[in-house]
């Protein structure tokens, strides 16, 4: 089977610039966004470049069916879809390209915030049912409320601007509170940020250290009217406690962008009280475009 240095394998949706650059550059390009699993494990043995983004796992026994691959490219910022260590001990090189979608993922935060705040899914939904349910569908004001936001980096940095636009209190847990942090953002531990927010945003990457960072014992701390927003990663939110969270109305409403095990059915779905989508945060024309450019950059740099 002939090898080239030029093969490129992209397993997931990308802005058609990328492709179109790489053709226009004389890369072989496979471009695979649906890709099956036993598909994966044969095509990534052809291939020297590999682009992804969430929602594909790049685990060691993929990995290890690799016999060309030299560079693993994440489109975006989070790395836990990739074993790290079996791609060091292949001798792959894993790039990403954090902070090129932390607008569009911070007014979809926003997007989220307000739409669970004032109830607009659901009252979407009752109204093409022609239900005229205004009484059942009070909501929150932002303004003069705190919000917490758990990660400070650039979406969560983000976050806070815009929330000084309508006259929040900003409050926020970091891991690094050396950092220069935006204006009138007060640094306050984890717990004193679930006691004190009307509404929480998390905006961390998925580690050892920020798995379940919402937690059974923690989640006694938060207010009855308080929501919850998830644009990290699902494995951050103990998904079980919030489930009887909302199930027992312990808060007001959540809502989330990510889900430990996605492309699967959960029983988050079922409630009325969670707004849920997948995965969409990163998902502007704007957002894919400019990372399609740094994409291309990228595999030119590193393919000479």
């Known amino acids: ?29 496979k471009y695979l966004p649906n890709i099956s699993r036993k598909k994966l494990a044969i095509e990534i043995s052809k291939t020297y470049v590999v682009v992804l983004r969430s929602g594909i ?4 026994d993929i990995i290890s069916k690799s016999n060309h691959l030299r560079f693993i490219i994440r489109a975006g910022s989070g790395l836990d879809n990739i074993d790290i260590n079996e791609a060091k001990k292949r001798n792959i090189k894993v790039f990403n390209l954090p902070n090129l979608n ?12 307000i739409s669970a705040s004032r109830n607009i899914v659901k009252a979407n ?36 601007k815009i929330a000084e636009v309508f006259s929040m209190n900003v409050l926020a847990a970091v891991k690094n509170k050396g950092k220069k942090r935006p204006k009138k953002v007060k640094i ?5 940020l679930l006691k004190k927010s009307d509404f929480i945003i998390f905006s961390v990457p998925l580690n050892n250290k920020t798995k379940h960072l919402l937690n059974k014992k923690n989640s006694k ?4 009217h308080s929501i919850l927003i998830n644009i990290s990663r ?17 808060i007001f409403a959540a809502a989330t962008d990510v889900f430990l095990h996605e492309k699967k059915q959960n029983k988050l779905f079922k409630l009325k009280n969670i707004i849920v989508t997948p995965h ?15 994409t291309f950059e990228k595999i030119k740099n590193l393919v000479k």
Request: aromatic share 8%; hydrophobic share 45%; no cysteine.
């Open 188 to 192: 306050v531990p984890l717990i004193t």
């Open 102 to 113: 932390s607008q569009s993922v911070a007014e979809f935060s926003f997007g989220l915030l």
């Open 234 to 250: 699902g494995g951050v939110i103990n998904e079980e406690v919030l489930y009887m969270l909302l199930k027992k109305n312990k």
């Open 280 to 294: 969409i945060g990163a998902m502007t024309f704007d957002a894919q475009k400019i990372l399609a450019e740094k």
């Open 57 to 60: 796992q790049l685990d060691k």
């Open 125 to 160: 939904i009752d109204l093409k049912k022609n239900l005229w349910n205004k009484p059942k569908l009070y909501g929150y004001e932002l303004r003069n409320k705190t919000i917490g936001i758990i990660g400070l980096g650039a979406i969560g940095s983000r976050i806070a």
């Open 1 to 29: 089977m002939a090898y080239s240095r030029k093969k490129v394998l992209i397993i997931s949706p990308v802005h058609s610039n990328l492709i179109s650059d790489l053709k226009r550059h004389k890369f072989e390009i």
């Open 221 to 224: 701390y938060l207010k009855s």
